[in-house]
């Protein structure tokens, strides 16, 4: 049984940084794309950034590049989501997800979610 637990979310002030983990239990995480969603209030989920299982394919949503960075660290079975320069729009309950086909930008395409961890941004 795949787990994915999130961490890192938190209140911060536009401008600020915050980095996200999710780690993979129960399987082997290489085995795995990874993806970062966000849902905020009112809102449909919707697609941040995802990574191959080899980290060669990385996607990003067109609001978030330049800003935010998914990478992935295979020996410690977790991915992180850098989050720079944040806005207040970024506002959102962030979830990862781990898909054990190919990279998509798809919630569709993804088989295992995380329970999502709040990100606040204050203007």
């Known amino acids: 049984q795949v787990r994915l637990a999130e961490s890192g979310g938190g209140l911060v002030q536009a401008g600020d940084s915050l980095r996200l983990s999710c780690t993979l239990s129960?399987?082997?995480?290489?085995?795995?794309?990874m993806g970062w969603f966000r849902q905020a209030p009112g809102k449909e989920r919707e697609f941040v950034a995802s990574i191959s299982r080899s980290r060669g394919i990385t996607y990003y949503r067109d609001s978030v590049k330049g800003r935010f960075t998914i990478s992935r660290d295979n020996a410690k079975n977790t991915a992180y989501l850098q989050m720079n320069s944040l806005k207040p729009e970024d506002t959102a309950i962030y979830y990862c997800a781990a898909a054990d086909t190919l990279v998509s930008k798809l919630a569709a395409g993804y088989d295992y979610w995380g329970q999502g961890t709040q990100v606040t941004v204050s203007s």
């Open positions: 129960g399987r082997s995480f290489s085995d795995y794309a």
